[in-house]
Each structure stands twice: as structure tokens, then as C-alpha cells.
Nanobody, 123 residues
Framework: QVQLVESGGGWVQPGGSLRLSCAAS????????MRWYRQAPGKQRDLVAT???????NYADSVKGRFTISRDNTENTLYLQMNSLKPEDTALYYC?????????????????WGQGTQVSVSS
């Protein structure tokens, strides 16, 4: 199995910054696409940002220019640098990682989620 552990959430005033981390562990052979999602109370879970194995990034319009997604392939870790935070960014943030992992038979695909980390932006 592949486990994801998120960290870095918290409370910040509008205009502030936070950096989220998502560390993957387990019998990982390779990681392909890594994503951040968020879910505000009473709303659906929305895609925030994506980074491919080749480093190509994509962002939701609401965070473009303010958030930066990155990855450390040697540490199997995903990051989300969030600047100029707004109250509407308040949500539970989840990481999602896909790839392949070892099994006793060889390998298989995995699609794992983090436990979520709360980001609260208010004055």
C-alpha cells in the first residue's frame, strides 16, 4: 500500500502564505500525476492544481498566479505553495498521487489520497 501524509495547513490572515506538503511512502515504483484538491464546507471537492511526471503544471483559474505546485521526485513529495491567500481559499486540502507500486506478483497501479489538511484564511 501507499500512504500519503499531509502537513502545512493552518490559519493565516488574508494576503498571507502557506506551504502544504504531501509525503508518499510505501513500495513505490513510480509516480505519475500528482494533484491537489480542496473541499469547502457544503461544497464539492474541486481540483486545484496538477503536476505531471514531466513537470507540466496546470491550475484552477481561481488560484492561477497565486499558487505553485511542485514535486520532489527523490523524496516522493508533493508541495503546494500558496501566496496571497483569500478567505475563499478556506477549505480542507487533499493530495492525490497516482503511480505504480510493488506487489509480490510484480507491480500494480495505485491511486492514493491524503487525509486532508485544513487551510483557514480570515482576519
Amino acid at each position: 500500500q501507499v500512504q500519503l501524509v499531509e502537513s502545512g495547513g493552518g490559519w493565516v490572515q488574508p494576503g498571507g502564505s502557506l506551504r502544504l506538503s504531501c509525503a508518499a511512502s510505501g513500495s513505490i515504483l513510480s509516480i505519475t500525476t500528482m494533484r491537489w484538491y480542496r473541499q469547502a464546507p457544503g461544497k464539492q471537492r474541486d481540483l486545484v492544481a496538477t503536476i505531471t511526471s514531466g513537470g507540466v503544471t496546470n491550475y484552477a483559474d481561481s488560484v492561477k498566479g497565486r499558487f505553485t505546485i511542485s514535486r520532489d521526485n527523490t523524496e516522493n513529495t508533493l508541495y503546494l505553495q500558496m501566496n496571497s491567500l483569500k478567505p475563499e481559499d478556506t477549505a480542507l486540502y487533499y493530495c492525490n498521487i497516482r503511480g505504480t507500486r510493488l506487489t509480490w506478483r510484480g507491480s500494480t497501479a495505485f491511486d492514493s489520497w491524503g487525509q486532508g489538511t485544513q487551510v483557514s484564511v480570515s482576519s
